[in-house]
């Protein structure tokens, strides 16, 4: 999907930086990205490590606060908000999907899920409805009642995905979703986020070191040094053939590899 004036944008980021340490020691690790994402996107951001990729989430996901530059989510500028508004904004607007799940251990999947919009003033019968809606489409209804200790770590990270996506946010932001997945798991949670993506509409960008994972994107950003280096766009390619398309580009930038799709 190339990006186009049909579809409205979601995430304008305008010359961000981010800078670590002190005058003496500075260390930039973002060095004026400009980045558009459109609604009913699923971005994929690589690069080698170093590269900022981690940074330029946590940056974008309200998770931190750029040094420089503009970041407009629903064109509303996020770098701008104060701790509160933000704190807000986060809940209401954006969905997480982390690598380690993050989930509460003494919460059931179904209390775990339900957590952001727990605080709302939803009527129960269309809580009830979109927690249906939700686990139906991640195959995991059938866990509400059960613990996090209780169930597989593609489940957990499947409850992650439920969670992120019950209060139907603007957009998920999902940070090595698959890291620590086995193949069967990952790839069933990478086809469950496309089909989310295509079928719901949801705009997910996420960072990821694997080629495999990208390849399910319609779009990849690769960074290098902190600037984005280059962009591939899927378009009406299989995965395997966008796979192969990542998997060239990679090469010139370094980083890890894997052998087949």
Same mark, same amino acid.
């Given at each position: $999907?190339?990006?186009?004036?049909?579809?409205?944008?979601? *995430?304008?980021?305008?010359?961000?930086?981010?800078?670590?340490?002190?005058?003496?020691?500075?260390?930039?690790?973002?060095?004026?990205?400009?980045?558009?994402?459109?609604?009913? @996107? !699923?971005?994929?951001?690589?690069?080698?490590?170093?590269?900022?990729?981690?940074?330029? /989430?946590?940056?974008?996901?309200?998770?931190?606060?750029?040094?420089?530059?503009?970041?407009?989510?629903?064109?509303?500028? +996020?770098?701008? $908000?104060?701790?509160?508004?933000?704190?807000?904004?986060?809940?209401?607007?954006?969905? !997480?999907?982390?690598?380690?799940?993050? *989930?509460?251990?003494?919460?059931?999947?179904?209390?775990?899920?339900? /957590?952001?919009?727990?605080?709302?003033?939803?009527?129960?019968?269309?809580?009830?409805?979109?927690?249906?809606? +939700?686990?139906? +489409?991640?195959? +995991?209804?059938?866990?509400?009642?059960?613990?996090?200790?209780?169930?597989?770590?593609?489940?957990?990270?499947?409850?992650?995905?439920?969670?992120?996506?019950?209060?139907?946010?603007? $957009?998920? !932001?999902?940070?090595?979703?698959?890291?620590?997945?086995?193949?069967?798991?990952?790839?069933? *949670? *990478?086809?469950?986020? @496309?089909?989310?993506?295509?079928?719901?509409?949801?705009?997910?960008? $996420?960072?990821?070191?694997?080629? #495999?994972?990208?390849?399910?994107?319609?779009?990849?950003?690769?960074?290098?040094?902190?600037?984005?280096?280059?962009?591939?766009?899927?378009?009406?390619?299989?995965?395997?053939?966008? !796979?192969?398309?990542? /998997?060239? #580009?990679?090469?010139?930038?370094?980083?890890?590899?894997?052998?087949?799709?």
């Amino acid at each position: $999907m190339n990006q186009s004036t049909t579809q409205s944008t979601v *995430l304008h980021a305008q010359n961000v930086r981010k800078s670590y340490g002190t005058r003496s020691n500075v260390q930039q690790v973002l060095k004026g990205i400009n980045l558009r994402v459109l609604e009913g @996107e !699923f971005v994929g951001i690589m690069g080698p490590s170093g590269s900022g990729k981690t940074t330029l /989430l946590n940056v974008l996901a309200t998770i931190d606060r750029p040094t420089e530059g503009s970041i407009l989510i629903q064109n509303v500028d +996020i770098a701008k $908000m104060k701790d509160a508004e933000l704190s807000l904004f986060r809940r209401d607007k954006l969905g !997480f999907i982390f690598q380690d799940y993050n *989930l509460l251990d003494t919460l059931t999947v179904k209390e775990n899920i339900l /957590l952001p919009i727990s605080l709302g003033k939803i009527k129960k019968k269309d809580v009830e409805q979109q927690f249906h809606t +939700i686990t139906s +489409i991640l195959g +995991i209804e059938e866990l509400a009642h059960k613990y996090p200790h209780e169930i597989s770590g593609g489940q957990k990270q499947r409850t992650s995905a439920g969670r992120a996506l019950i209060h139907k946010p603007s $957009m998920v !932001f999902a940070d090595e979703p698959t890291g620590a997945l086995d193949s069967k798991s990952a790839s069933d *949670l *990478l086809g469950t986020m @496309e089909d989310i993506n295509k079928k719901q509409g949801v705009t997910i960008m $996420m960072v990821t070191h694997d080629p #495999v994972a990208s390849s399910y994107c319609n779009r990849v950003v690769f960074l290098k040094d902190g600037t984005i280096y280059s962009e591939l766009y899927r378009g009406d390619k299989t995965r395997q053939a966008f !796979f192969k398309d990542i /998997l060239n #580009v990679q090469a010139v930038l370094g980083g890890d590899n894997v052998d087949a799709i």
